[in-house]
């Protein structure tokens, strides 16, 4: 496992199984010039200015005694002053002295509040130990699939420590699950959860994930073409990344199907259209059952029937789809007395309440 125990950055491979033993906080490794005391007075007289450089360079200082006395405290309070101003190597290197408890109280937690916020402006250093705490469970709860997300962003970064992690932790969560993390960072992108959101990242990994034959990453790259949201956008290829994916992921059958009803980069084919809402509805997803009570309801692509509509409806808020009990209430208004004696035939067929289904539509 990763464990931290100094400043320096090592892996070691036990005789048993995955990484044990020493990862680390990666801290950048300088090797200063020997500063004479007038340097040290200058860096000082910057850092009172408020010079975050300085202010970065004074934490150093005492940190290493370089042409100083060594104080733990003072090397954190001239950190502190600069990730105050945002400087992410500063961040990165308070955090350290939090996680190790060195000049200040030691405290996980606090430790990973600094990595994040250097790790949010691309620190790889930042990103490493952020994953290094989610690895250990330090300071936030354990996940080695959490950790080989933020070890895969510091390799990408330049981390010259996060390689062996990314090697290590990837034979012990197994192929689909680091296949699965490159869809999970570019949503950390898309959706600005623990990333600053940067939709033209987003697309990046979900390529990645493609690369890899992902069906999630076709399906969430392809939503991205289609919209024009951090790509140019374009029809043909979202079209393609779905049906790529259909043979075995039924979000990508719906997207086959969106495709088809409102003609894009394709000849509009309502019927083919309803055919695969059809085949993603029998593997489960939600909106193809929205979209299969829409039609049956206008009669596209389909017979109209306001039973069958309905009876889609129904699934769909049955699975949570919250807007389909308007829609299923706007159906029953217009139904006939023989369709609503066909409706509660088929309800009870299901083993429903006609009564209750239409108070409440059904219990999910």
Partial sequence: MFVVLALAVSLVQSSGNGVVGQASAAQETITPAKLSSSEVVQ????????????????????????????????????????????NPAAQNNLGIMYRTGSGVEKSKEEAVNWYRRAALQGHASAMFNLG??????????????????????????????APDAVKRTADEIGQKASIDALAEIAEMYENGDELPQNRAEAAKWYRKGVDRKDPLAMVRLASLLVNGVGVPQDYAQALQLCQAAAKEYSPARFCVGYFLQHGLGVKQDAAEAAKWYEKSAAGGHPPAYMAL?????????????????????????????????????SVLKEMTADENKRLDKKLRERHFDPKRVRETMGTR
């Fill in 132 to 161: 290094t705490a989610y690895y250990n469970g330090d300071g936030v709860p354990s996940s080695e699939y959490r950790a080989y997300d933020w070890f895969l962003l510091a390799q990408e970064a330049g981390s010259s420590s």
């Fill in 43 to 86: 860096l000082q007289s910057k850092g009172e200015a408020g010079n975050a450089d300085a202010q970065l360079e004074l934490g150093r200082v005492y940190q290493d005694g370089n042409g100083v006395s060594r104080n733990d405290e003072l090397a954190a309070n001239w950190y502190r002053k600069a990730a105050d101003q945002g």
């Fill in 293 to 329: 009570g829409q039609m049956y309801w206008k009669g596209e692509g389909v017979k109209a029937d306001p039973v069958e509509a309905y009876l889609w409806f129904l699934d769909a808020y049955r699975a949570g789809q919250k807007s389909a009990k308007s829609f299923g209430d």
